[in-house]
């Protein structure tokens, strides 16, 4: 725990780097101790949200500030597969997002303030890469392929 507090100490008076470093790096909900002494650096920072299915398993969780999704979330299938894995900031997507299907194939997207914002890849089940876009502020300016990226080598049967 003293690791923590020396961080954040090592932040301040910068309230908002101290925010990121607990929602984007802490699970909560936090112990008491830890908790109190946030407060009476930082004052309030939110609360941790998590929510399990009937079956038992985690359904989400994440931080809550002003109502709003902020740093890590996660979020899983009935089955208790990841689904989500992103970061928000003032509930819109920012940073890293990796968006998983049932069948195991998945996405990792950027995100500046909810908008695509970098390089967007998407992979099989297999976990191998067949597309990538690269977008900015929503826009994609560059998409390629499997012949782009070298998994196809005849063209010709395709």
């Known amino acids: ?54 079956n038992g398993l985690l359904a989400y969780k994440g931080w809550i500030y002003n109502k709003r999704k902020q740093g890590h979330w996660i979020y899983m ?8 894995d992103c970061y928000f900031r003032n509930n819109k997507y920012h940073g890293r997002c990796k968006l998983c299907e049932p069948n195991g194939s998945f996405e990792v997207n950027e995100y500046y303030k909810g908008r695509l914002n970098g390089v967007s890849l998407r992979y099989d089940k297999d976990g191998v890469l067949f597309q990538k876009w690269i977008y900015v502020m929503g826009k994609y300016t560059e998409i390629y392929g499997r012949t782009e990226l070298g998994l196809i080598n005849d063209t010709k049967n395709l």
């Open 1 to 54: 725990m003293d690791s923590i507090q020396d961080k954040i100490l090592e932040l301040l008076p910068n309230r908002e780097k101290v925010l990121h470093l607990i929602w984007d790096n802490l699970e909560g909900p936090l112990d008491p101790a830890l908790t109190e002494f946030i407060h009476s650096k930082i004052g309030d920072f939110g609360s941790w949200r998590q929510r399990s299915r009937g």
């Open 77 to 84: 299938f009935k089955n208790g597969a990841l689904h989500k």
